[in-house]
């Protein structure tokens, strides 16, 4: 399956990506549709953001009508094991052409997706919070218009202006809201990188136990944690937001 997935062939569009069956039914599913035809699909979205997928991302961006982004809050849309924090994403393909969609963020109802465009705009900004629950809302403000020109301030946001626009990653604001705060951080002139930063991902988890520098030791049969970690929760259902 790996193979296949893999082969230059077969997904010219996946070559050097992470195979992930998911990216294979998208292209497959624009490889049948018909010239004026439309598919909807329900997928995770890590090919917004990988630093392998831009070409799928620019193929993506070309193709989309319709982007909802998901929270599987109180595993309200999928049961566990689907995690309480992930996300997916609704989307509406259609032909290809120029870059322009309607991007919806941290939604945490389908009425959300469903009404927002046809909302007055009234009543306090949409949020992820809304009182005392997350915010189901439908809401106007929701609706971000992406463009060409909207993914190129993007870049200069996130730092990555020496690749193509067009294969920038998508951000995700809650609202239209944000615009001028997005605005105005990609158009400040002191960069992180002029600092020369020394960054490093640290250990992995997978790898260090592999390596023998992490180590859970049995404990009485169980799985042990080390002492720093006993007695420590982790709270439920709470998304951690990113940009």
Not at 136 to 141: A, L, T
Request: with cysteine; hydrophobic share 35%.
């Amino acid at each position: 399956m790996v193979a296949v997935l893999s082969s230059p062939v077969v997904y010219p569009l996946l070559t050097g990506t992470q195979p992930d069956l998911y990216r294979a039914f998208m292209c497959q599913t624009w490889s049948h549709a018909g010239r004026a035809g439309t598919v909807g699909l329900v997928h995770p979205d890590s090919h917004f953001s990988g630093d392998k997928e831009a070409r799928l991302r620019q193929v993506a961006y070309k193709r989309l009508r319709v982007h909802g982004d998901f929270v599987n809050a109180g595993n309200r849309f999928f049961p566990p094991p689907v995690g309480r924090s992930s996300h997916f994403g609704v989307h509406v393909y259609g032909p290809e052409g120029e870059i322009g969609f309607d991007h919806l963020s941290w939604l945490f109802s389908v009425d959300a997706l469903r009404l927002s465009a046809q909302h007055d705009g009234s009543g306090p900004d949409p949020g992820v919070r809304y009182g005392d629950t997350w915010d189901e809302r439908p809401h106007k403000k929701r609706v971000i218009r992406v463009t060409r020109a909207t993914l190129e301030q993007w870049q200069r946001l996130t730092g990555a202006e020496g690749q193509p626009v067009e294969e920038g990653r998508l951000l995700s604001p809650v609202s239209v809201a944000e615009g001028k705060a997005i605005k105005a951080l990609a158009e400040y002139s002191l960069r992180l990188e002029t600092l020369d930063p020394q960054i490093a991902r640290g250990f992995d988890e997978s790898g260090a136990k592999k390596d023998g520098i992490i180590d859970y030791p049995p404990l009485g049969g169980r799985l042990g944690l080390p002492a720093r970690e006993v007695g420590r929760r982790h709270p439920q259902g709470t998304p951690d937001r990113a940009g």
